[in-house]
């Protein structure tokens, strides 16, 4: 695993220094045999504003049209961590988008539809656009190709509405997976109560989140991103912000307080990449307070959620690290 670690951070590394060099994305959409085989793009700027992350968006080059949902989280009440409404609505408006969630499935103040709701509208979401709390009125199945734990991914019933999704997460640490980006805001975060419950159960239970092994429950994660990624075909971008990079997820009503400083704005077509160009970013900082996320992530054996969704052809953890400015 260290081999593997310190050669990508050495292809990233070299992207930084040469400052340009882009490749073509390798996207979990196209073909997935394909995508774990190439070199992924991933777009960073350094200065995290409104401005930037419209300027990050149209750097992917795949615009969103149709019928857009926006999947962030709105957070637990008591947090404080999630992406702020004034940092994200320029971009929301640009592709004229929905925020979308679905229901959690623990006690606190998310877990049913009116409750949920109060939250968003608490933190500022509704101010600045429509949110649909998408499992409202039930929920779907999405099929999951060539799962060992689960076959089928279940969803709020109104994803399917949409025609493009952006996906908007906060990066930061995660007391079960290690860490919350891009993969865990499609799989657990699109999933209903009942879908969160499957995953967190390793395909197990819709009732209880059961007892898995920690690397089953890591993988089945991975396939319900998949579903979504399939799902989606082309119609779907990923956009991480990594600040406030508390040890603890926006789901989480007393989090801690972030340890290192801000690393930026990153954005790519391919999920996969984009985690790992956090982690790995996360991992490269001069910032001494970076021990303590990188003992969440490694504690939860959090990179075995990259390594097995580039097993099952979800992205590629090679990428080119292109700045921005």
């Known amino acids: 695993m260290l081999k593997g670690y310190f050669s990508k951070l050495m292809l990233t590394t070299a992207a930084l220094l040469a400052g340009s060099g882009c490749a073509n994305a390798g996207t979990a959409t196209e073909s997935n045999a394909a995508a774990a085989d190439s070199v992924a793009t991933v777009y960073m700027f350094t200065e995290i504003s409104p401005d930037n992350l419209v300027k990050i968006y149209d750097a992917l080059g795949r615009k969103a049209t149709g019928n857009v949902a926006v999947k962030l989280s709105t957070g637990e009440p008591g947090g404080h961590n999630f992406l702020q409404p004034s940092l994200i609505k320029d971009l929301v408006h640009e592709v004229n988008g929905t925020i979308v969630e679905c229901n959690t499935a623990y006690g606190g103040g998310r877990s049913d539809t009116e409750s949920h709701y109060n939250a968003a509208r608490d933190h500022g979401f509704t101010d600045i656009a429509t949110v649909d709390i998408m499992d409202a009125e039930g929920e779907v199945e999405l099929p999951v190709a060539g799962g060992k734990h689960i076959d089928r991914d279940i969803v709020g019933s109104h994803y399917t509405r949409y025609d493009f999704t952006v996906v908007l997460s906060h990066f930061k640490g995660h007391a079960m997976a290690g860490f919350g980006g891009a993969i865990k805001n499609?799989?657990?975060?699109?999933?209903?109560?009942?879908?969160?419950?499957?995953?967190?159960?390793?395909?197990?239970?819709?009732?209880?989140?059961?007892?898995?092994?920690?690397?089953?429950?890591?993988?089945?994660?991975?396939?319900?991103?998949?579903?979504?990624?399939?799902?989606?075909?082309?119609?779907?971008?990923?956009?991480?912000?990594?600040?406030?990079?508390?040890?603890?997820?926006?789901?989480?009503?007393?989090?801690?307080?972030?340890?290192?400083?801000?690393?930026?704005?990153?954005?790519?077509?391919?999920?996969?990449?984009?985690?790992?160009?956090?982690?790995?970013?996360?991992?490269?900082?001069?910032?001494?307070?970076?021990?303590?996320?990188?003992?969440?992530i490694d504690s939860r054996q959090g990179m075995h959620t990259l390594e097995y969704a580039e097993q099952i052809g979800l992205g590629t953890q090679s990428y080119h690290l292109v700045p921005l400015n």
């Open 186 to 296: 499609i799989s657990i975060g699109i999933a209903s109560a009942n879908g969160k419950r499957l995953i967190h159960s390793a395909g197990t239970s819709t009732t209880s989140w059961g007892s898995p092994k920690q690397t089953d429950f890591l993988e089945t994660m991975a396939e319900a991103a998949k579903a979504v990624a399939d799902h989606c075909g082309d119609n779907i971008l990923y956009i991480s912000v990594a600040n406030n990079l508390s040890v603890d997820c926006d789901c989480d009503s007393s989090p801690e307080d972030p340890q290192m400083g801000d690393i930026g704005i990153l954005a790519s077509r391919d999920p996969v990449a984009l985690d790992r160009a956090c982690t790995d970013l996360v991992r490269s900082s001069d910032d001494h307070g970076k021990i303590h996320l990188i003992e969440r």
